[in-house]
Each structure stands twice: as structure tokens, then as C-alpha cells.
């Protein structure tokens, strides 16, 4: 059985912002559920994490971190959960705060928990036959263990894995602080240089034994200079350390037949009860309630790269030559913001802009909506395409990372529907807008529409499949 460590900065249902927690979340107990696998997991026990799973905790150890010239406490709490042993690396100075991420000391916060959570290997006894580093919080976990424990008995033989969830946050600082903030001397200059700064993540990239991204078409994409943020020479000189696989989900909280925030349960083989969480979320949000007009959704952070300029550049002709409704949940940029809530002063009857985060409405959105239109400009992996298919939403996406390749395009052929969602390649508003009126002329054909929901939804997103191609690059390692 191999013993894997994840380190990430961040977990469902602990503390959590985005698709890093989804995978921190639910990869290791799917990793778990193989038979093959002791996972456990680091992350920081942030002021965030409920009282209700503090109770749960009880303390492994209480050691000091020495960092530069810092020496720090540490102590180390741990709960069991779906098979898997979560450690929480605890310290208020660093984690009791506002928010997990975006404060001044960033950098001091996180090279404090890489380096605690490497000592704790020791302070423990666990040690690992693969240490998985998860984005640049992170990147400092196979640094520090080759430059600083790798002689240490029990550290010699920990094989290193560090997987890119998104490029653009690399963890870039100034030389200047290398030695006082990151514990690192001049001998290491070459491994964290990249364009005259330290990069945290070209560090994690150069000193692991194996790099990989969270999609196989995002793998690809970010050895070319359009999509790395200037890393491609790193990644194409380490493409060999380099694979992608495809995320999964969570599909014992994604779940419309279990789902118990639902006006109806559902599958596959009931879909029709599907339309009663329409009719439910029209009433909630004041719109007209009708079973017989698509709803379209956009689920998303309110930015450019998401696609939301070429949203705003052709939801108004949507709007307008096809009877549709359109619920927008986000927050973003405030000129996003400002067009939603402008577009549903302008058509009342047909939008509604939820100016919000909120994952409990989120579910009943998926579960109310039809179509879902995706249409990243660039995009990892993407767990909300995945998410609606798994709730009956027909896809509409860019084709792009994790995008391409979990939504085939759908086409027919001698009557036999193939793909999945509506597709296209270019980054302009003109193909958005052709495929979304052509998934919404299909959702009007009711026969077509509830043969090609009932192959979307038996559709496989769940870990498994993931799980086990992780499992075989431990393996080969």
C-alpha cells in the first residue's frame, strides 16, 4: 500500500474558495476508496474552520519551526474523515485571519506551513512514499525537502509530485528576502530565479520528480507562451516530468437525486422532475413560472478570462431573437457586474443577476438549469461544466483545457447522437452566440432534448477514473 501526503493551502468542507478545495476535498478519499492508498493531508487550520470540526481534532504533536531566523510554533491536529487523516498545521499568528489569502506577508505565511508541514513528516513518524504539492502555497514542499531534509533519516526515498490547479499565481517575490523570509541561500538562487525574481512555482516545477496539471489539453496548453504566464521554457524543458489529468467530482454532494437543498429529486430515469427546480427558482427569483422556456445560467467569477466579454458581446441578440430566461450567480470585476445588473433592468422578465457567491443557490441553479454557458477563455479544468452535466444542464463551452476534455461536441450521425454539449474553438461572441442558439433550438425539440439530457447525465465525472490515473503515476515514480 503507498502512503501518499497531499499538501494544499485549502479543503472542502474545512476552508475552501474554489476548485483547489473541490480537489483537496475529494481526490484523497477517492484515492483512499482504491485500496491501494494510506492518504493523509496537510492543510493550515485557519481561524475559517468551524467549531464543529475542531471538536473532532485531537493533537499529534507540538514542535518549533525554524525559519531563518524565526523559530515558531507549530502544532499539529488531526481528524479522520472518509477514510483519509486530515492534519491541520496549527499557528493564529499566520492563520487566524480574515481571509485565507490576499494578506501583506503572504509569502512568509506559506514558506512557514511548507516548511512546518515537512517537519511534521519527522514529528509524526508518517513518512510518505510521495509528497503531493498542490499550487504555489505550496511549491516550497519539494524545495525544502531536497534542500534542507533530504539527508535526514526516514527523508531520503519521499518521491515529489506537484500539481499546477492554475499558472497565472506563480508566487513571484524579491531576491531580497530570499534568505530572510524563505529560509533558502545563494546555492538555491538558480532553482527560484526566474526573470530576476523568485518564482515559488518554477522552484516546485524544477526540484520534483513529477509535475502535473489538473487537465491533459491544459498539460499541452501551457508549454506554449499564450497560456504558461511566461513559464513555457521551464515546462517545455521539464515536459517530461509533465502529465495532465482530468478532475472529477464530488458525487456525494453533487447530487441531484440525494440533494436536499431541491424543490425534486431526480435522475436520469425521473429527469422530468428536473423542471420542478425551474419552477422552484423562477419563484425564488421573481421570474415568470414557466416550464416551457429554457434557462440559461452563467455560474462563474464576473471576469474577462471566464469569457464574459464575449458573453456580454451577444447575450442581448439571445435575448432577443429567442425566448429564453437567464440567471447569472457571480462576482467579479464591477463592470460585469454593472452590465448584468443593467441587462436585467432592461428584460425583467427574462434575467436575473445574483450578485453574489453562494454554494447552497448555486445547487439550485445547476439543478433548475438547462443550459449552461461556459466559455473560458482559458480554464484549467473547469468543475462547473461537470457540475451541470451531472444536474442535466446541456453544456455550452469553449474549447480549451479541461473544457475540451471533458465535453465532446455534440453532433449526429445516421440518428445516433455523439458528444455531449455545444462546443466551439474561436474566442469571439459570434461562435458563442451560434451554439447557444443552437443548444437552445435543440432544448425546444422535446424528443432530441431528453435523449441527449439522458446521455449527459450518465455521463461519468466522478474520481474514479481520475483516481486511478494518479495511482498510476505514484506507481511510476
Not at 89 to 115: T, V
Not at 199 to 228: D, F, H, Q, W
Request: net charge neutral; hydrophobic share 40%.
Amino acid at each position: 500500500m503507498k502512503k501518499i501526503l497531499f499538501v494544499g493551502a485549502e479543503a472542502m468542507p474545512f476552508a475552501a474558495t474554489g476548485g483547489l478545495g473541490d480537489v483537496m476535498g475529494s481526490l484523497p478519499a477517492a484515492l483512499a476508496a482504491t485500496g491501494e492508498a494510506d492518504v493523509r493531508v496537510i492543510l493550515p487550520l485557519y481561524g475559517q474552520v468551524s467549531p464543529e470540526w475542531r471538536a473532532r481534532m485531537k493533537t499529534e504533536a507540538v514542535f518549533t519551526v525554524h525559519l531563518a531566523w524565526r523559530k515558531l510554533y507549530c502544532g499539529v491536529k488531526s481528524l479522520q474523515k472518509d477514510g483519509v487523516t486530515y492534519y491541520f498545521i496549527d499557528n493564529e499568528y499566520y492563520f487566524k485571519r480574515g481571509s485565507l489569502y490576499g494578506e501583506y506577508d503572504d509569502g512568509e505565511r506559506y514558506a512557514y506551513f511548507c516548511m512546518a508541514a515537512v517537519e511534521a513528516i519527522g514529528q509524526l513518524g508518517f513518512y510518505p512514499d510521495v509528497l503531493h504539492a498542490h499550487d504555489w502555497q505550496a511549491a516550497l514542499c519539494p524545495v525544502y525537502l531536497d534542500c534542507v531534509y533530504r539527508n535526514r533519516p526516514g527523508y531520503e526515498n519521499i518521491k515529489t509530485v506537484f500539481t499546477i490547479h492554475n499558472i497565472e499565481y506563480q508566487g513571484k517575490y524579491s531576491f531580497a528576502i530570499l534568505g530572510d523570509v524563505f529560509s533558502l541561500g545563494e546555492g538555491e538562487r538558480n532553482r527560484m530565479d526566474f526573470g530576476g525574481c523568485i518564482n515559488l512555482m518554477k522552484g516546485a516545477i524544477v526540484t520534483a520528480n513529477a509535475v502535473s496539471t489538473v487537465s491533459p489539453r491544459y498539460a499541452e496548453e501551457i508549454c506554449t507562451a499564450e497560456y504558461a504566464h511566461g513559464l513555457d521554457p521551464v515546462l517545455c524543458e521539464n515536459r517530461h516530468k509533465l502529465c495532465g489529468i482530468l478532475n472529477g467530482i464530488d458525487y456525494v454532494y453533487y447530487n441531484p437525486a440525494k440533494d436536499v437543498g431541491l424543490a425534486a429529486n431526480y435522475s436520469y430515469r425521473s429527469k422530468d422532475k428536473k423542471a420542478k427546480n425551474k419552477l422552484a427558482l423562477q419563484h425564488e427569483v421573481a421570474l415568470p413560472e414557466r416550464d416551457d422556456v429554457p434557462m440559461l445560467s452563467i455560474i462563474s467569477r464576473l471576469v474577462a478570462h471566464k469569457g464574459l466579454d464575449i458573453i456580454t458581446g451577444m447575450i442581448e441578440r439571445l435575448l432577443c431573437e429567442r425566448d429564453v430566461q437567464l440567471v447569472i450567480l457571480g462576482k467579479g470585476d464591477a463592470r460585469f457586474e454593472q452590465f448584468f445588473a443593467t441587462l436585467e433592468k432592461q428584460y425583467p422578465e427574462k434575467v436575473r443577476a445574483l450578485l453574489k457567491y453562494d454554494r447552497d443557490l448555486a445547487k439550485r441553479i445547476y439543478a433548475a438549469t438547462d443550459i449552461f454557458l461556459m466559455p473560458s477563455k482559458s480554464e484549467p479544468c473547469g468543475l462547473s461544466q461537470m457540475i451541470a452535466a451531472r444536474y442535466g444542464a446541456i453544456p455550452v463551452v469553449r474549447e480549451t483545457g479541461g473544457l475540451y476534455d471533458s465535453i465532446k461536441p455534440y453532433w449526429e450521425k445516421n440518428g445516433k447522437m455523439m458528444g455531449i454539449g455545444f462546443t466551439f474553438a474561436g474566442y469571439n461572441a459570434e461562435e458563442l452566440f451560434e451554439r447557444s442558439a443552437a443548444a437552445v433550438d435543440l432544448w425546444n425539440d422535446a424528443e432530441r432534448r431528453d435523449k441527449l439530457i439522458s446521455k449527459i447525465m450518465r455521463t461519468d465525472f466522478s474520481w474514479g477514473q481520475s483516481a486511478q490515473g494518479y495511482m498510476q503515476m505514484y506507481y511510476d515514480l
